[in-house]
């Protein structure tokens, strides 16, 4: 079972669920950023960039688009060169390595700003 399977399987369980736990559970999950890698196959320093997030893992949903697919080549028309590059919820983050301060500090706008709207 695939992490992504695992936490849909999780989110779907947890909104048929009526107890408190059960919404809390669904709303986080919910309310996670998705930091989106645009990549290609080989990639080492995508491969390198991911190992540097791990520690985070928890705490975003990564989503990988491969830019050598038909359907991605806007992406590869845009990104062609600068690969690894990153968006948080959808916004350009950062590229060729991770700027871990940076991430740190947006990932953390975020999650002060689900907080708030919670």
Known sequence: MTMLSFLSRTLQLARYSSS????QLCSAS?????????????????DEAKEVLKPYKRRFILQEVDITLSENSVWYDKYKYD??????????????????????DQLMKLELKNDESQ
């Open 20 to 23: 408190l736990v059960g919404r």
């Open 30 to 46: 919910a309310n996670k950023p998705v930091l989106t890698l645009f990549t290609k196959k080989p990639c080492p320093l995508c």
């Open 83 to 104: 690969i690894p590059v990153f968006h948080l919820n959808g916004k350009f983050l950062m590229k060729h390595r991770v700027d871990v301060q940076k991430f740190e």
